[in-house]
């Protein structure tokens, strides 16, 4: 149980959407992230997505694995259905979900290391099949519940906590999402909130599967000069117990990524993040030019964001099977078992 519970009033001047709910009615319990966690802004940028939308509450549901990203769904929408699955299966858990019940709205949270490491075959399958979802990644780079080792993220030469490098090339899951498919890719920055909350009623609104990398600094184990995804409490010597679990308090950093050229965002040991949104004649429909596009811009260190690349056309997982228009949970019994009549005529096709 969270030790600080949020109070029950809300100030009548709040503003409602359509369904006259304001936007603390999809909020959910108190965060236990340290202080000036991304995540926690990436869970401000839902609730204000969700409630722009008009999101019915008990029309929503949040998936999670294991992490520290994986507990932002206990952070928005009380009043959503909820599961939070084993490591790395979030994905399977949620197409198992979607085969059941199509009627509701499924939102993914998960983490470089949940995705990108055991669950990036169950994440992979999820993007071939296209599950309509929106499938958010916190990406920090790092295992922030287990003290801070490297993720597949972590980039060639970063630091841990303890000083030693990282000599593994990382695994982009946004060229990953390219490669294999994906119908809707975009990248955003935690502390870019006017950017992010588009991107994520667009992601609502999509016909598949959409994949959103989202960078996410960890206030706590990734601080290091140079990293593409800074931190805070990086230090370069042996570290005492006590004060490897102090977490000092942070400041959240805020930024808003110009519509043309390149921003500099500055991060809490000084070091910089380079981030820049596609030009105005961007397509974001043709998926070689967009690969092209990020790998040039990547070889000169800067962080692409925005829409990335969306294609509508390609048919999702009910739509690939026919399916029934009914949902298998609101489906009759006998619909569902025919019984053994049906089974021993289906056999003797096989026989």
């Not at 998960?110 to 599950?131: P, T």
């Not at 916190?138 to 295992?143: A, I, L, S, T």
């Not at 910089?272 to 105005?280: A, D, H, N, W, Y």
């Not at 949970?329 to 289906?346: H, K, Q, T, V």
């Amino acid at each position: 149980m969270p030790s600080i519970v949020k109070p029950l009033a809300v100030h009548p001047s709040s503003q409602r959407n359509e369904l006259g709910l304001t936007l603390r009615d999809y909020e959910g319990s108190m965060s236990t992230l340290c202080a000036g966690c991304g995540h926690d802004s990436i869970t401000a940028a839902i609730v204000r997505a969700l409630w722009e939308v008009s999101m019915q509450p008990h029309m929503l549901a949040k998936m999670s694995g294991i992490g520290c990203s994986s507990k932002t769904p206990a952070y928005f929408v009380n009043g959503a259905h909820g599961f939070n699955s084993a490591h790395g299966r979030m994905p399977a858990i949620t197409t198992g979900a979607i085969a059941a019940n199509r009627e509701l709205t499924y939102i993914g949270v998960s983490g470089d290391g949940d995705s990108l490491s055991i669950g990036i075959g169950h994440m992979c399958h999820a993007i071939r099949r296209n599950v309509r979802m929106v499938y958010i990644i916190e990406n920090n780079g790092v295992y922030g519940l287990t003290k801070g080792q490297f993720s597949a993220s972590a980039d060639v030469g970063s630091k841990s906590k303890r000083g030693e490098p990282n000599r593994m090339t990382p695994i982009d899951p946004v060229l990953l999402g390219l490669s294999l498919g994906a119908t809707f890719v975009a990248r955003s920055f935690s502390g870019d909130k006017q950017q992010l909350v588009p991107i994520l009623k667009a992601a609502l609104a999509h016909r598949g599967l959409a994949l959103i990398d989202v960078v996410s600094p960890c206030v706590t184990f990734n601080d290091h000069t140079g990293s593409t995804k800074s931190y805070l409490h990086t230090r370069r010597h042996a570290m005492t117990a006590t004060e490897t679990d102090f977490v000092p308090k942070a400041d959240e950093i805020l930024a808003n990524i110009a519509e043309d050229g390149v921003t500099t965002v500055t991060m809490h040991d000084g070091s910089s993040l380079c981030f820049r949104t596609v030009p105005s004649d961007y397509d974001p429909t043709n998926r070689a030019q967009v690969m092209d596009y990020l790998l040039a811009r990547q070889s000169n260190g800067e962080i692409v964001t925005g829409l990335l690349f969306v294609d509508e056309s390609v048919p999702d997982l009910h739509e690939l099977n026919a399916t029934s228009d009914i949902p298998f949970s609101r489906m009759p019994f006998e619909r569902l078992c025919p019984g053994s009549a049906e089974l021993e005529r289906i056999q003797e096709e096989f026989r």
